[in-house]
């Protein structure tokens, strides 16, 4: 995005501001993604625990799994062409 | 509000059921609309219910009539409100809808994903509008209504929170929108076997698929999951810290059997904390609001311009 000197702050800081929101997107989609996985299976894993009386090895395989669906989820956004 | 809604048990001062009272749904035992169970399901309206529709009611009509009035005018120029809900609205598809989605298929999604943005943004908003408080005081204060009477209209819609998008279930449900527009956008973009094709990478060995289409699978339900989480529990520990710091008054007053302690305390801490952390609410709203509109259009956009 091409600023102008001449512009108001303002303005210019708003085009900045719409520029890093442009960008953010993918970046906080891939975090909040990575998270979710975590959590999701993490807590699944949890309750089969629970349930089934498998501790700790369901909360653990839900953890390693979160985190390998996490991070695929994260290589696929730096990925991208 | 009752006794126990107040969280006093044999004199003392519950914080916890108190903050619980004002962030929660209220209870299905006694709901503001009672409807009969419809195939074992209890239909009855609850708090966050109104909350839902006086909000998709304030959204409608306020939009509607701005947008009606702005385009009857013989010199399309907006002013006022109008003028804001442009820039909102060119903000969202100029800088969110079209870089994540593509110049082709932003018309489409363009109306559901601003329905998000204004429909989130007003429920996360009537939650720092304190509405009931004040229809609690009138109730008690000018009507003289007594606080146990169940049996008072008020005084039944004064139980549970009333930020709707703190709920679960409210949250859960905008993410399943979010979740079907993502399939039907893929199909759309390429025909619905493709979509599902697209999921992997073309032309790798096929132990490969072993692994990576299961993981497709579970990332497809981690995207609303993490939707529906996030919004909730942001929503939720906002007002949860503020209650929290607002419960010093009366822990102190019962802690130091003293009136004037729980008001030193309201006047040095828990009031000036309690409007730095509503002022702080205020970007929290806003931000929410604006992070669901953008994962939605990320997450569509990603089903339509596959990359592998």
Same mark, same amino acid.
């Given at each position: 995005m091409a600023f102008n000197d001449d512009d108001h702050f303002l303005a210019r800081s708003f085009e900045y501001f719409q520029k890093i929101v442009r960008q953010s997107g993918p970046a906080a989609s891939a975090s909040y993604t990575l998270i979710g996985a975590i959590i999701l299976l993490g807590g699944i894993g949890y309750v089969l625990d629970i349930v089934y009386g498998w501790s700790p090895f369901g909360l653990l395989s839900g953890l390693i799994l979160g985190i390998i669906v996490g991070f695929y989820e994260l290589i696929k956004v730096i990925w991208k062409p | 509000m009752s006794a126990a809604g107040n969280g006093h048990e044999g004199g003392g001062f519950d914080a916890g059921k108190v903050i619980l009272n004002h962030v929660s749904n209220s209870s299905l035992d006694h709901p503001i609309i009672h409807i009969p169970p419809i195939f074992g399901i209890d239909f009855s309206v609850t708090k966050h219910v109104l909350m839902l529709w006086i909000v998709a009611a304030i959204v409608f009509s306020l939009v509607s009539f701005t947008v009606r009035k702005y385009l009857k005018q013989d010199r399309p120029i907006p002013s006022g409100f109008m003028n804001a809900i442009e820039a909102v609205v060119l903000f969202i598809r100029d800088s969110i809808i079209l870089p994540n989605i593509?110049?082709?298929?932003t018309p489409v999604w363009t109306p559901l994903i601003l329905t998000f943005f204004f429909f989130i943004l007003s429920a996360n908003a009537i939650g720092m509008i304190p509405v009931f408080d004040l229809l609690g005081a009138i109730n008690r204060f000018?009507?003289?209504?007594? =606080?146990?009477?169940?049996?008072n209209f008020i005084n039944n819609i004064?139980?549970?929170?009333?930020?709707?998008?703190?709920?679960y279930n409210v949250t859960a449900a905008l993410a399943t929108i979010t979740f079907i527009t993502i399939i039907l956008a893929g199909s759309r973009a390429h025909g619905f076997f493709t979509h599902w094709k697209n999921l992997v990478p073309k032309g790798? =060995?096929?132990?490969?698929y072993i692994i990576l289409i299961p993981i497709e699978i579970i990332g497809m339900f981690v995207k609303p999951f993490a939707l529906t989480m996030r919004l909730a529990a942001n929503m939720t520990g906002g007002h949860i810290a503020i209650l929290a710091i607002l419960s010093f008054v009366f822990i102190f007053s019962g802690l130091f059997h003293s009136a004037l302690a729980g008001i030193g305390v309201g006047v040095l801490v828990s009031v000036p904390l309690a409007v730095a952390i509503s002022a702080l609410e205020i970007i929290v709203i806003l931000v929410q609001a604006y992070v669901f509109t953008m994962l939605s259009a990320v997450f569509i956009g990603m089903a339509i311009n596959v990359h592998h």
């Amino acid at each position: 995005m091409a600023f102008n000197d001449d512009d108001h702050f303002l303005a210019r800081s708003f085009e900045y501001f719409q520029k890093i929101v442009r960008q953010s997107g993918p970046a906080a989609s891939a975090s909040y993604t990575l998270i979710g996985a975590i959590i999701l299976l993490g807590g699944i894993g949890y309750v089969l625990d629970i349930v089934y009386g498998w501790s700790p090895f369901g909360l653990l395989s839900g953890l390693i799994l979160g985190i390998i669906v996490g991070f695929y989820e994260l290589i696929k956004v730096i990925w991208k062409p | 509000m009752s006794a126990a809604g107040n969280g006093h048990e044999g004199g003392g001062f519950d914080a916890g059921k108190v903050i619980l009272n004002h962030v929660s749904n209220s209870s299905l035992d006694h709901p503001i609309i009672h409807i009969p169970p419809i195939f074992g399901i209890d239909f009855s309206v609850t708090k966050h219910v109104l909350m839902l529709w006086i909000v998709a009611a304030i959204v409608f009509s306020l939009v509607s009539f701005t947008v009606r009035k702005y385009l009857k005018q013989d010199r399309p120029i907006p002013s006022g409100f109008m003028n804001a809900i442009e820039a909102v609205v060119l903000f969202i598809r100029d800088s969110i809808i079209l870089p994540n989605i593509g110049k082709k298929f932003t018309p489409v999604w363009t109306p559901l994903i601003l329905t998000f943005f204004f429909f989130i943004l007003s429920a996360n908003a009537i939650g720092m509008i304190p509405v009931f408080d004040l229809l609690g005081a009138i109730n008690r204060f000018i009507l003289h209504v007594d =606080a146990s009477d169940s049996h008072n209209f008020i005084n039944n819609i004064l139980h549970g929170g009333v930020t709707a998008t703190a709920n679960y279930n409210v949250t859960a449900a905008l993410a399943t929108i979010t979740f079907i527009t993502i399939i039907l956008a893929g199909s759309r973009a390429h025909g619905f076997f493709t979509h599902w094709k697209n999921l992997v990478p073309k032309g790798l =060995a096929w132990p490969v698929y072993i692994i990576l289409i299961p993981i497709e699978i579970i990332g497809m339900f981690v995207k609303p999951f993490a939707l529906t989480m996030r919004l909730a529990a942001n929503m939720t520990g906002g007002h949860i810290a503020i209650l929290a710091i607002l419960s010093f008054v009366f822990i102190f007053s019962g802690l130091f059997h003293s009136a004037l302690a729980g008001i030193g305390v309201g006047v040095l801490v828990s009031v000036p904390l309690a409007v730095a952390i509503s002022a702080l609410e205020i970007i929290v709203i806003l931000v929410q609001a604006y992070v669901f509109t953008m994962l939605s259009a990320v997450f569509i956009g990603m089903a339509i311009n596959v990359h592998h």
